[in-house]
Structures are given as C-alpha cells and as structure tokens.
C-alpha cells in the first residue's frame, strides 16, 4: 500500500476550445493520504465540482496525473473508470440520489448488484447491506421507500450504499447542503465514525461549520489550490 491514497500532478480541465476555453482546472497539485478527512471550499465556479468529478473518476483530466491508490487513473477508457469506481469509491451527493421506486435495502443492495468484480449472491448482499444499513442507524427502516424518509434519514440510506463495497475512500459533495442543522450534525457524525474506522473521505462544503469536521481543508479558486490547511479567513 503506497501512503498517498490521491495524488494529482499538475492537472488541467479545459472546456472548450480557442478563445472560448474556460480553464475548470488551471494546474493542481495535491496529496491525500490514507485515513485523512479533507474539506475542499471555494466559490462558486471555482472547479470545486470538476475535480470532485475527476477524482470519483466520473470524468478525465486535459492534462496532468491521477494516481489513485497507487494506480494512474488519468487516461483509463470509460469501461476501465467504472471499474475503478466500483472497487475503490463510494458517493454521497447533495440530494442523495436514491432510486425513487425501491425500498432502503435494495437502493443499498444495488452496488453489490452491480459489481462485475465480485459474484455476491442475492442473500450476502441483503445481509451485507442489512449490516450497512444497521451501521447508520436504519435498522427498523429497511422497507421503507425515500419518500416515506427524512432527508436525514434519505441521507443515511445513502451513506450506507457508498460503504457497502468497502471502498477506501468516500467522496462527499455538499453532504448536509439539503439538511437541517440536527440532521447535519447526525450525518457528520457518521462521517467521523467512518473516518475513525480507516475511511478516506474528501467532502465538497460551502459551510465553515461542516468543513470544521475536517482535519484538513483545501480552499480552490479560479481552478487552482489557494490555500492547503484552514481556510478560516477566507469566509465568503
Ligand atoms: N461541462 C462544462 N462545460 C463548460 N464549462 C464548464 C463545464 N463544467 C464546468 N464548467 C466551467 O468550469 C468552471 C468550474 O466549474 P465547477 O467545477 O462546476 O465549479 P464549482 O463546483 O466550484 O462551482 C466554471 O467556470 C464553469 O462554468
Ligand atoms: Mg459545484
């Protein structure tokens, strides 16, 4: 195991071309080690969401190198990117993105469904997912559909589908940005308990509060690293 679990190495994303190319990635660099809890702030259109993408290997740099668990991810095919995807990453996004029609468990048996690198049976994945759902506290929630959950809860069913593979690490884009404050606080406790575990997570947050949970924030501008540490004075 290398101790970086993230490096990047100059990278670009450039959409567009000629005069009307936009620089989303203007040239960064960073590192993240195995076991951290990273914060990432910046402005809007600051590339915030376009190197959330490249890093969950959703999409491709312009230029520059993604190693990724030791492994350079940066010019994979889409086939390769989804492979990556399966067995090294779990999401959570902003408005959980559950599948409407199923109940908690089978949104949460899903990736086990899916995972071309590992045959679970039908019965492993409902126990592994009944476990994951136990683990967020949704134990007496298992047949529930989204709509009869609160986001809190909708957001925790969530959780539980990104670790059911047991991914290293967990990317979080604006995890508690539909949540009211009891439900946040719930749902970054549950990020530190992951954390606390061995989990990587790098999480997108416009809420000093909610990257105050971190122990590390990375504050992007004009898509490029501003500052690696605390950004407590660059409240906007
Ligand atoms: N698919 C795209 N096509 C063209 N420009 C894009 C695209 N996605 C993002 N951009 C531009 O790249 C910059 C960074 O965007 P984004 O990564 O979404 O920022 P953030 O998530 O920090 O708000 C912005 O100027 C945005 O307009
Ligand atoms: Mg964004």
Redesign the pocket.
């Known amino acids: 195991m290398t101790e970086s679990l993230i490096e990047i190495r100059d990278m670009t ?1 450039v ?2 071309e000629d005069e009307g190319a ?4 203007a040239g960064v660099d960073a590192e993240v080690k195995h076991g951290e809890f990273v914060a990432i702030m ?12 490249i890093l969950g290997c959703l999409d491709r740099p312009s230029s520059g190198a993604y190693v990724l668990d030791g492994r350079d991810v940066s010019q994979l095919t889409k086939n390769e990117l989804a492979e990556v995807r399966n067995q090294k990453l779990g999401f959570i996004f902003q408005s959980f993105n559950l599948l409407p029609r199923l109940s908690a468990l089978t949104n949460v048996m899903m990736p086990m469904l899916y995972n071309p690198l590992e045959d679970i049976g039908d019965e492993e994945a409902e126990a592994r997912a009944i476990a994951a759902l136990e683990s967020v506290g949704l134990g007496s929630r298992l047949h529930h559909h989204p709509n009869q959950l609160s986001g809190g809860q909708q957001q925790r069913v969530a959780i539980a589908r990104a670790l059911v593979n047991h991914p290293p690490l967990i990317l979080a884009d604006e995890p508690t940005g539909n949540l009211d404050s009891k439900s946040s606080v719930e749902i970054m406790g549950i990020l530190h308990q992951l954390h606390h575990q061995g989990v990587t997570i790098v999480m ?1 947050t416009h809420e000093h509060d909610i990257a105050a949970h971190a122990q590390r924030t990375i504050c ?1 501008r004009d ?1 490029k690293i501003v500052n690696d540490g605390h950004c407590a004075d660059s409240r906007q």
């Open positions: 994303k959409y567009g936009v620089y989303a990635l910046g402005p809007s259109g600051s590339g915030k969401s376009t190197l959330m993408n997108v992007v898509g």
